[in-house]
Structures are given as C-alpha cells and as structure tokens.
C-alpha cells in the first residue's frame, strides 16, 4: 500500500493488496489521489501464491473468500490429511477501505465519525482511540463525567461482544440452548443502548471532548437494574456451562495458542489472557478513569477454546461490576469541553482497551488543523496470526470454534 519493500523478508507476497492498483500505483501514499481509487470490481487474484505442502495423501481445501452469513470475506486454505489440518493460511482485505486516506483532509470531528465506522462492534473503542490521540495532541482536559461516562460506554460494548461470542462458539458446537440464552440476553443488553445512549451499538456517542449523551438519575437505575438482573442469569448459566459435558468435549484442548506462541506473535487480548500473559491497559496504562479503580484482570493458562470462553466470561462479570462502580461514583459536572484548534501541526497517540484487545490510534493534524496522517492499529491483525498458529494438528470441524 505504501511501496516499502523490506529486504531479506521471508514472506514479500502481497497480502491485503490484491489486484485493485498497478504495480506502480501505492494508494495510501500521499500523492495518491483519493477521486483515482478505483470503484469497479476487482479482478479475481487466482495466482496469489499459496503455500503448498506435497506429499501422499494431501489435500488443498480452499474456504471463501465470499462465506455464508454476514460474515465478511476473507479466504482460508487449508493443508490437510483426512481431516487432520497441516498448514492454514488466510488471506484478507477483500473489502480493503482505505480509511487511513479517506481520513487525510478531514475535520477533526470527521475524523471521530470515521474512527467509529473502522470496526462495527467496536465503534465506541475506536472513537475513543481517536479522540483520545486528539485530546493528548492538545492536552485537552475532559471533564470526569464525561471520562466516567465513556468508560461506561465502552464496558458495555466489552458485554454485548463477548455475549455473542460465547453464544457464537456454543451454536457452532451445537450447543443451541446456550446459544438462545446467551442471545437474548446480548438483544435485551442492545434494547437498553438504544433506550438510554440512542443507539443499539452506541456509536458517535463518544464525542472530541466528551461525550454526546448525559445519564440522569432514571438512565443511571434503569442500567443498575439491568446488571443485577444479568448477574443472577449469568449466575445460574456458568453452572449449567461448566456441567456440560458435550461442550467440554469439544473446545477442551482444542485450538491451543502457547504462551511462547501468543509472546512470539504479540497477541492481545482475551486470546493473550487465556495463553497466560496478564496484559490490559485498563490495568498496566490506567488511563482515566481506570485509575481510579481496581481493575481484575482474569488469565488462564492452558490456551485452548475453553480457557478463551472462560476469560471471555470472566471479562463480563468484571465488566458488569466496574459499570456499577462507575455509575455508583459518577461525578458530577460537564459532559464535554470544546476542542480548541492548535493552528499548528501537532500529533498524538490513543491506547484504549477494546473488547478485543488493545487499540492503539495515531494522529497528526496540519497547520490547517485538518487530519495529515490517521493510523488505527486494531488488535484483530495479532489475532489473525495466532489462528493460523493454533488450528495446526486440529481437525477442519473444529475450525469455527
């Protein structure tokens, strides 16, 4: 995309490019015009080089790139014997959208509407990102409400998630009762973003300066309801879950990402946690208002599908009681401090903990005060390379999980 070439690398194959430019052309360049990307179909890459591994009795199995469902693409091969798997490799980028250069030219304010659109279902974790690079640009203070109240928002995004990632890995195990509950209970989770923030996924909420809805008495006991009514549900499912056999039997073991593996690959998140590695930046960075509180950090050791459930689940309890303490000691005051432009260049970074992992956004603004440069570093990249690491010597049915 930018043309550097690295020498000695052992892989130069072209991975999110594809064929939509000529060799000569690298769109997220600066001197690349935005009105010359191309908005025709790409054509197919049918001789993307693909690793291969010969030998008697292996099979190539291509999945995707266009999948069932809503999902969206992204092409895995697959190196196997029977159904044992070899090697996968995965290739993404099909809907590659050229957010770092549509952001260049942008109003700030723009600019955080962007951020909320990088990843659907972390719009409040990217907005954030990018409002916190802007706000550290400035050193603009924001009021601790608003602080308070975009931690709120966020540990919501952090429930709803990994809701339906559990029910996710349940349905695909056909284990359709803790898939139904755990659905209904992310849908009930979604009703109450939209009845108190305005939406379900509570985007553009979290705002330059602030944030763009307050919580009024009503807003704060409809929300601590809504907790202990889920904490005697999840109460009650834990038990039926960790009962389960069928369940046990097929995410125990399976799919496991070593400690050296996740250390090596730089993994993040719930996948790092459950491989050993205690790291969140509520807890090592505690940038506000998680400074403020004692954040529980919940690690596993064995790496596997179950270990990754049960951090996921682990997260949502502490998640449901760091909503409560934030609401309980809700400060009083502003919701937003307006942004003052610099009227010179100035640059920033963001570091926040989305429900994937850690999210690291860059962002330089120009004498104009309009965006030069926007980098949102997602921690899905890592995540990507550590499937293709712990699928190896599993069977291509457990692949979903």
């Known amino acids: 995309m930018f043309g550097i070439n690295f020498s000695n690398h052992p892989d130069n194959r072209r991975w999110t490019r594809h064929l939509a430019w000529g060799a000569d052309q690298f769109p997220l360049r600066k001197n690349f015009p935005v009105e010359s990307l191309m908005t025709t179909p790409t054509p197919p890459d049918s001789n993307y080089p693909f690793t291969q591994i010969i ?6 199995v291509p999945v995707g790139p266009v999948h069932a469902g809503i999902i969206e693409p992204g092409h895995f091969r697959f190196q196997i014997t029977g159904e044992d798997i070899l090697k996968l490799e995965i290739r ?7 957010i770092e250069k549509i952001a260049e030219g942008r109003e700030v304010n723009s600019l955080i509407k962007l951020a909320g659109r990088v990843s659907g279902d972390s719009t ?25 109240i975009r931690a709120i928002i966020c540990e919501r995004e952090r429930i709803a998630n990994h809701l339906g990632d559990f029910a996710s890995v349940c349905n695909d195990v056909a284990y359709t009762f803790a898939y139904y509950q755990l659905m209904r209970l992310k849908e009930l989770w979604l009703r109450i973003n939209a009845q108190i923030f305005g939406h379900r996924f509570m985007m553009d909420c979290i705002t330059l300066g602030g944030v763009t809805t ?11 309801k809504q907790i202990s009514d889920f904490k005697l ?10 009962a389960h056999f069928g369940l046990h039997n097929r995410i125990k073991t399976t799919g496991i990402l070593t400690a050296e593996q996740a250390a090596s690959l730089g993994v993040l998140g719930y996948v790092g946690r459950a491989s050993g590695h205690k790291f969140d930046l509520r807890h090592d960075v505690a940038y506000p208002p998680y400074d403020k509180f004692k954040i529980h950090v919940p690690v596993f050791n064995t790496g596997d599908v179950l270990a990754r459930l049960r951090v996921r689940f682990q997260e949502i309890l502490v998640a449901l009681d ?4 934030l609401l309980n000691t809700l400060p009083s005051g502003a919701i937003h401090t307006p942004w003052v432009a610099p009227n010179k260049v100035v640059e920033g ?20 005060n309009l965006v030069e440069r926007y980098f949102p570093r997602d921690p ?4 990507w390379q550590a499937l293709e690491q712990l699928i190896q010597n599993n069977i291509v049915p457990e692949f979903p999980v």
């Open 380 to 383: 899905s990249w890592f995540s």
């Open 214 to 224: 307050d919580l009024n008495s009503e807003n704060c006991q409809a929300l601590h």
């Open 55 to 60: 030998g008697s009795g292996v099979c190539e």
């Open 124 to 148: 409040a974790a990217h907005a954030w990102a990018a409002c916190a690079a802007l706000e550290n640009a400035i050193n603009l203070e924001i009021p601790n409400r608003a602080l308070y």
């Open 233 to 242: 549900e999840l109460d009650e499912l834990i038990v039926i879950f960790e």
């Open 92 to 98: 993404l980028g099909y809907t590659h959208k050229g």
């Open 322 to 325: 760091l909503i409560d303490q």
């Open 349 to 368: 970074i963001g570091l926040i903990e989305g429900w994937r992992g850690e999210i690291i956004t860059f962002v330089r603004l120009g004498d104009d």
